[in-house]
């Protein structure tokens, strides 16, 4: 493992352990270079994913980039990051068990949507304006209002 400080080629595993849902290795290492400190999560990647976007562009997969939009919707929201963690690992769970080489991505966001509504319902309506495509507060009333109305009949 390169060391992300200064480069070095090879770096030393201090200790590792299970994360706590054990879906992955946490790895923390030490640069003999720098004597920089970093942590390495190793993950079970079961086949590669391609996902097919709305243009008919095909990209790989990036775990990293579906939590960073997750997070960019649950900013400043009081869930414990376990549980979006637990969220995320559910998603890639799902995309890999379907058998399919190539996901389109309204699966993927569909998923998404899913898992926010049962999160937080301000991640949801915010990761939903920009995946629906909102375009003035009009869209923001329907879709609210919609969902006010699905609660209100719970």
């Given at each position: 493992?390169?060391?992300?400080?200064?480069?070095?080629?090879?770096t030393q595993v201090k200790?590792?352990?299970?994360t706590e849902d054990n879906?992955?290795?946490?790895?923390?290492?030490?640069?003999?270079?720098?004597?920089?400190?970093?942590?390495?999560?190793?993950?079970?990647?079961?086949?590669?994913?391609?996902?097919?976007?709305?243009?008919?562009?095909?990209?790989?997969?990036?775990?990293?980039?579906?939590?960073?939009?997750?997070?960019?919707?649950?900013?400043?929201?009081?869930?414990?990051?376990?549980?979006?963690?637990?969220?995320?690992?559910?998603?890639?769970?799902?995309?890999?068990?379907?058998?399919?080489?190539?996901?389109?991505?309204?699966?993927?966001?569909?998923?998404?949507?899913?898992?926010?509504?049962?999160?937080?319902?301000?991640?949801?309506?915010?990761?939903?304006?920009?995946?629906?495509?909102?375009?003035?507060?009009?869209?923001?009333?329907?879709?609210?209002?919609?969902?006010?109305?699905?609660?209100?009949?719970?």
């Amino acid at each position: 493992m390169r060391c992300p400080f200064c480069g070095h080629e090879e770096t030393q595993v201090k200790d590792s352990r299970p994360t706590e849902d054990n879906s992955a290795i946490r790895r923390r290492r030490f640069c003999p270079g720098c004597g920089g400190r970093f942590t390495t999560f190793e993950r079970v990647q079961i086949r590669e994913i391609t996902i097919v976007k709305k243009s008919g562009r095909r990209v790989p997969f990036d775990r990293d980039k579906l939590a960073r939009s997750i997070m960019i919707a649950m900013r400043k929201r009081p869930v414990e990051p376990e549980r979006v963690e637990r969220m995320i690992s559910g998603i890639v769970r799902r995309l890999e068990s379907t058998g399919e080489s190539e996901v389109p991505s309204d699966i993927v966001g569909e998923m998404v949507m899913e898992g926010l509504a049962s999160l937080d319902s301000v991640a949801y309506v915010r990761y939903a304006s920009v995946y629906r495509n909102f375009r003035e507060a009009k869209d923001f009333e329907t879709f609210v209002g919609r969902l006010a109305g699905t609660d209100a009949n719970e």
